[in-house]
């Protein structure tokens, strides 16, 4: 697969967010979180790695929101170089600024690592359902950062996409430094690759 072949399948995917309508968008959301808080290994899980969701991505915010109300840790990323990601812990609105692309990141990075995490939520355009292959947006930084993770079934975190039903794509061609996900969450099934 080239560069091209990605760019093509990343601007179709882009195009697909885009034209969705705002009502679809929050139905698929809304969804999304409760097949994603309905799953096993959130019931016990205190401490969650989860990406700031952008306007036409599955909401990750409602989950944020209930999970540290509930008393449990947030870590969201935030860029800290090329390809690097350290991360934060979620305090509330007030404890966030816009960083590179304008995502809202934590002000301070924590010594914490995602490593520590129970669940890593990562952000997905599509996930193959056979394989956990997960296309990103091209950058890098969440392929980089789970490179130094365990896998889920040598002890490191489950890792879990969310993703809308168009963007599990059977077939995804993959390259050798592409995560995989362990759960592909979407608003009408849950999927184990």
């Not at 969705?20 to 698929?28: E, F, I, K, N, V």
């Not at 860029?79 to 809202?104: C, F, H």
């Not at 952000?123 to 947006?137: C, N, Q, S």
Request: aromatic fraction near 6%; include cysteine.
């Amino acid at each position: 697969m080239t560069a091209a072949d990605q760019s093509v399948i990343r601007a179709a995917i882009r195009r697909a967010r885009a034209a969705r309508s705002t009502a679809q968008r929050q139905l698929d959301s809304v969804a999304i979180a409760q097949r994603f808080e309905s799953l096993p290994e959130t019931q016990d899980a205190q401490t969650f790695a989860i990406y700031a969701s952008l306007d036409t991505e599955p909401d990750t915010w409602s989950l944020i929101h209930r999970f540290q109300a509930s008393g449990r840790t947030i870590l969201l990323p935030r860029v800290s170089g090329p390809r690097t990601l350290e991360w934060g812990r979620y305090d509330g609105p007030d404890s966030l600024v816009a960083g590179k692309w304008n995502i809202l990141e934590p002000k301070e990075p924590t010594t914490a690592s995602m490593c520590e995490s129970a669940i890593i939520v990562v952000p997905a355009l599509a996930v193959d359902p056979a394989t956990g292959l997960r296309m990103g947006y091209g950058g890098g930084y969440f392929d980089a950062a789970l490179a130094e993770v365990p896998d889920h079934a040598d002890g490191g975190p489950l890792r879990v996409a969310l993703c809308f039903d168009d963007e599990v794509i059977e077939g995804l061609p993959a390259n050798n430094w592409d995560a995989r996900v362990d759960v592909l969450v979407t608003p009408t099934r849950t999927l184990r690759p």
